[in-house]
């Protein structure tokens, strides 16, 4: 058994960084924009291998009849991505097969679900500064920063307007009215990017959103959210219907091996607002923080199942650090941020230097030693 070496190419998304993946991995600089590299067996972007018996792990998992229930991503985001949640299973075995039925092309534009699958995922920031949108916070909360801003604003009409919406009819039907693309949503979006611009420490993110998407809609549903900035080693937990939205920083994100996305905003991409409506969790959320669990020395995982959300989420982000002696459960996916690794399995060593990325066939005990960050995904 061994591992074996895996690459991708680098998607370049428009939110992404110029050269930030090659900067997040330690590869030589480059000017252009890096916004993801998925690491797994997703149709739409397998990884490759120079295995004479598989050359991707799409092939892999026809193969071996085993399917990663996992998607790895090295993740660096200059401006916000859209406001988004993932369906839950059931729903998205349903979605695709009703949009398989009704003869829309998985490439199209108004198409919702590309795959019949979930897409739990989770995220760790790898540099501080990583900042999201994540969840709804308390209701109270968003009360507050309403009310401040209304309290500068030119015109505060809309803004208490929208402020005794939430308290009178709550979440739902708040969230409803953002994205139902009428005149008063507009207005109440020119009077947060005025209050904005009369104080800019009320809501930061006003003005993340503004400037990468103009008096967009999507502005008032983000002020509904926690919007949170983490630290090196600081992670996210987003399970099915948790709206979200990444703005800005780079991180290893984990997920299930899914394409579903359902918009809320802030994007030119397809928002399908009843869609969304039915995928959403309306919960108030103070820290969605998902707290690292030991598991040996020198390594700790992001482990979905410490939280009730999580609970039957297959896979888990092992972070290493040091010298450790491991049993992976299942096939893994290796990556190294920082430093270098050596890793022994069957009596053999292989180095894992900094920015190079692996996949391991099957369950084995291997011991680890070296220093720096090295980032395993595996099942659970």
């Given at each position: 058994?061994r591992?074996i070496?895996?690459e991708n190419?680098?998607q370049?998304?428009?939110w992404?960084?110029p050269g930030?993946v090659s900067?997040?991995l330690?590869?030589p ?18 990884s490759?291998?120079?295995d004479?018996e598989?050359a ?17 991503k090295?993740?660096?985001?200059s401006k916000p991505l859209?406001l988004?949640?993932?369906p ?6 349903e ?32 540099t ?20 401040r801003?209304?309290?500068v604003?030119?015109?505060p009409?809309?803004?208490l307007?929208f402020?005794?919406?939430l308290?009178?009819?709550g979440l739902r ?26 104080d800019?420490?009320?809501?930061p993110?006003?003005?993340y959103?503004?400037?990468?998407f ?14 949170i ?7 996210l937990?987003l399970p099915a219907?948790?709206?979200h939205a990444?703005?800005?920083g ?10 579903n996305?359902?918009?809320g ?5 397809h928002v399908?607002?009843a ?7 309306f919960?108030?959320?103070?820290d969605p923080r998902?707290?690292?669990v030991v ?11 410490t ?18 002696d491991?049993?992976?459960?299942s096939?893994a996916?290796f ?9 022994t ?10 920015g ?9 005990d ?5 220093s ?7 099942a659970?």
């Amino acid at each position: 058994m061994r591992l074996i070496p895996i690459e991708n190419d680098v998607q370049p998304y428009a939110w992404g960084i110029p050269g930030g993946v090659s900067r997040a991995l330690g590869w030589p600089d480059t000017a252009d924009v890096q916004a993801e590299l998925w690491l797994g067996a997703h149709p739409s972007l397998p990884s490759r291998t120079p295995d004479a018996e598989f050359a991707t792990l799409e092939e892999w998992e026809k193969q071996s009849g085993t399917t990663l229930p996992y998607l790895l991503k090295v993740l660096t985001a200059s401006k916000p991505l859209s406001l988004q949640a993932h369906p839950n299973p059931a729903q998205a075995a349903e979605g695709y097969a009703r949009e398989e039925a009704a003869g829309i092309e998985r490439s199209a534009f108004n198409r919702n679900y590309k795959d019949p699958y979930a897409k739990p995922e989770l995220i760790v920031a790898l540099t501080d500064g990583f900042q999201a949108l994540c969840g709804f916070r308390p209701i109270t909360q968003t009360t507050d920063v309403l009310s401040r801003l209304a309290g500068v604003a030119v015109v505060p009409k809309p803004i208490l307007a929208f402020l005794d919406r939430l308290t009178a009819e709550g979440l739902r039907e708040t969230v409803a009215f953002t994205l139902s693309r009428t005149p008063e949503v507009q207005a109440l979006v020119e009077a947060l990017i005025a209050a904005h611009e009369a104080d800019a420490t009320i809501a930061p993110v006003i003005g993340y959103a503004h400037e990468a998407f103009p008096n967009d809609d999507g502005i008032a549903f983000a002020l509904l959210l926690n919007h949170i900035t983490l630290q090196r080693g600081e992670s996210l937990w987003l399970p099915a219907g948790n709206v979200h939205a990444y703005l800005q920083g780079s991180g290893m994100e984990l997920m299930g091996p899914s394409d579903n996305v359902l918009r809320g905003g802030l994007t030119p991409k397809h928002v399908d607002e009843a869609e969304l409506m039915k995928t959403l969790v309306f919960e108030e959320s103070e820290d969605p923080r998902l707290e690292p669990v030991v598991v040996a020395d020198n390594v700790v995982s992001y482990r979905p199942a410490t939280v009730p959300s999580g609970d039957g989420v297959p896979f888990e982000m092992w972070e290493v650090t040091g010298d450790a002696d491991v049993s992976l459960p299942s096939a893994a996916i290796f990556v190294v941020t920082d430093g270098e690794f050596s890793v022994t399995l069957d009596g053999s060593a292989q180095l894992l230097a900094r920015g190079t990325t692996h996949f391991l066939p099957s369950a084995t005990d291997l011991a680890i030693t070296g220093s720096g960050r090295l980032w395993i995904a595996t099942a659970q």
